[in-house]
């Protein structure tokens, strides 16, 4: 399927072979858009609905899901107008497409608006997996996320996300009852083989 302006947010919907696998909810990088995730998406999840919205925030252009006031250093108050949006965007699109709660499977930027939806909202994913993420909030909700499935993957070399701030977030969520995998790959702020990999065998379990 193409390009949709229909519901909140631009977005691609990829109907899945198997309704019983968790549709993926892709969420791109800074100057992505729907379509970028959508060959990774389909690589770690064949058989799944894909649903992919572009970020409504302009940079320069490049679209984001959030404000930033520079590299590393987010609007928060941004950042939680936003989640809300998305999270309302997952419930429209669930009705439309018939679709159960999807895992997000997001990038840089992506990861980032992830993470805050999951703490914030809760309700809206059933799980995420998130690349290069780091800590979108300094001070975040006490969320219930029990036994929620969360894949952190952090590159060694990332220049962006320091190991501390990526052991932050997992801390953020290993604490509010989230299932949380983290591991770090010898990358950088890219993403690797060895994240299309882990994220396949992660998905492969749901
Ligand atoms: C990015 O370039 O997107 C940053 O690393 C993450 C962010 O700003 O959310």
């Known amino acids: 399927m ?3 302006t229909r519901l909140s947010f631009i977005h691609r919907f990829e109907p899945g072979a198997d309704r019983d696998k968790p549709p993926l909810l892709l969420l791109h990088g800074t100057g992505g858009d729907e379509n970028d995730l959508i060959d990774l998406g389909r690589m770690v999840a064949p058989d799944a609905a894909l649903l992919s919205p572009r970020g409504k925030v302009l940079e320069g252009g ?7 006031l520079a590299e590393g250093l987010f609007d928060e108050e941004d950042v939680r107008r936003r989640a809300s949006e998305l999270a309302d965007f997952v419930a429209e699109a669930r009705d439309a497409y018939g679709l159960p709660a999807p895992i997000a499977l997001g990038f840089s930027n992506g990861a980032n608006i992830a993470a805050a ?6 309700e809206a994913l059933a799980g995420a997996v998130l690349i290069r993420a780091m800590v ?3 001070q975040p909700p006490a969320a219930d996320l029990a036994g929620k499935p969360v894949l952190i993957l952090s590159g060694a070399m990332d220049p962006m996300v320091s190991a501390d701030n990526a052991a932050r977030l997992a801390a953020q ?3 509010a009852g989230a299932d949380v995998q983290h591991r770090t ?3 950088g702020h890219g993403l690797s083989q060895a994240d299309v990999t882990l994220t396949r065998d992660f998905l492969t379990r749901r």
Do not use: D, K
């Open 173 to 175: 969520l290993h604490n």
């Open 117 to 122: 939806t999951l703490l914030l909202h809760p």
């Open 185 to 187: 790959l010898p990358a």
């Open 136 to 138: 979108p909030l300094s």
């Open 62 to 68: 490049m679209p984001r899901f959030f404000r930033r």
């Open 2 to 4: 193409t390009t949709t």
